[in-house]
């Protein structure tokens, strides 16, 4: 009768605490042998249900065991295989047989001072990578759950905008910065006209493995959102958006000419000022030396004219003298002609 009660305390005791890599690799009847012969040095008594407390102190919950045993996908049965070696060498030891509590204390911690030391050396994983997609080589295994703990991301990645020339190719890739499986199947799905993620808004447009979507000479007809989905089996893995927008060739021919009529009316090939901006904005202005420039044209010129005005002047009146002076000296020989007679 006392052996089935300490059997009923010594599970209990295992399964009333939280869970950890010993719980999770070793099983219980193992650890009833291994405690068995538990005895208490202060007072000379076996007593099994301090052993499990022992057992849960030194692995359970040691932090250093439970990061130890954060290994990738995988490499849990590794982390069996290591606990086993440490642990079951030490039930078969100690079976039926009494062993002071000083002796377990000893024995157990140098059991997991050696499973830190060979599970720290097994392969980690990269972690997940944010911020979406159903990430299974990510998952790291968790000793206080016993299972991978996923990377809890959503499906859905967030739309990424893109951009294309009317008649130009535009290009989608369904890429993930995580591995994928190497039986997956890829879904391309088109919503027209529409920047959505609404599942129900899509139509299915190509199934298969390509992760390239292309199309050739983009129109107006092709702007909208496209969805690429990937499965593995009957499994979603990841939910990629893309919201396409198709510029026409007129719009885009009308604001190069535009630009360069802009570029074309002001000095030096200055930018043309951003809409909404002041009228007056000071990068309209023309330099200082241009205006130097131009002040000293116009006063050479001014000069110049001024010049001009003045040699005609002189040009005119030289000329009236000369005519005047020929008047005289024709008159006076027939003054002189007249007197004689």
Not at 82 to 92: N, Q, T, Y
Not at 306 to 329: C, F, I
Request: charge should be negative.
């Amino acid at each position: 009768m006392w052996k089935l009660v300490l059997w009923v305390l010594g599970v209990s005791s295992l399964f009333c605490r939280s869970l950890s890599c010993y719980q999770c690799f070793v099983d219980v009847q193992d650890s009833l042998r291994l405690c068995w012969g538990h005895v208490l040095t202060e007072h000379n008594v076996r007593n099994v249900d301090s052993c499990f407390r022992k057992l849960d102190h030194i692995f359970n919950n040691n932090d250093r065991v439970i990061e130890a045993g954060r290994v990738g996908k995988g490499f849990d049965e590794q982390l069996k295989k290591i606990l086993d070696v440490e642990i079951l060498s030490l039930v078969e030891e100690f079976d039926k047989k009494l062993n002071k509590d000083t002796v377990y204390e000893e024995r157990l911690q140098t059991a997991a001072d050696n499973f830190i030391a060979a599970a720290s050396k097994l392969p980690r994983v990269s972690g997940c990578f944010p911020p979406c997609g159903f990430q299974k080589d990510g998952a790291v295994y968790n000793c206080i759950t016993c299972q991978y703990d996923s990377c809890e991301f959503p499906l859905d990645c967030p739309v990424k905008e893109i951009k294309a020339l009317e008649n130009n190719r535009a290009r989608m890739w369904c890429d993930v910065p995580f591995a994928l499986p190497h039986n997956i199947e890829v879904i391309w799905r088109f919503a027209a006209e529409v920047k959505s993620q609404q599942v129900d808004q899509f139509t299915e447009v190509t199934v298969g493995v390509d992760r390239l979507y292309s199309i050739p000479k983009a129109s107006l007809h092709h702007h909208g959102t496209y969805q690429c989905e990937i499965y593995e089996g009957q499994r979603s893995i990841v939910r990629l958006y893309f919201y396409l927008t198709v510029t026409p060739q007129v719009v885009v021919g009308h604001s190069e000419l535009q630009e360069i009529f802009d570029l074309s009316l002001l000095p030096g090939g200055r930018m043309v000022p951003a809409p909404g901006g002041p009228p007056d904005s000071p990068s309209l202005l023309p330099s200082p030396a241009l205006l130097t420039a131009c002040l000293t044209a116009l006063l050479l010129l001014l000069l110049l004219s001024l010049g001009a005005l003045y040699l005609g002047s002189r040009v005119a009146s030289t000329s009236d003298g000369e005519h005047t002076d020929g008047d005289e000296e024709s008159r006076c020989p027939v003054r002189e002609i007249y007197m004689v007679q």
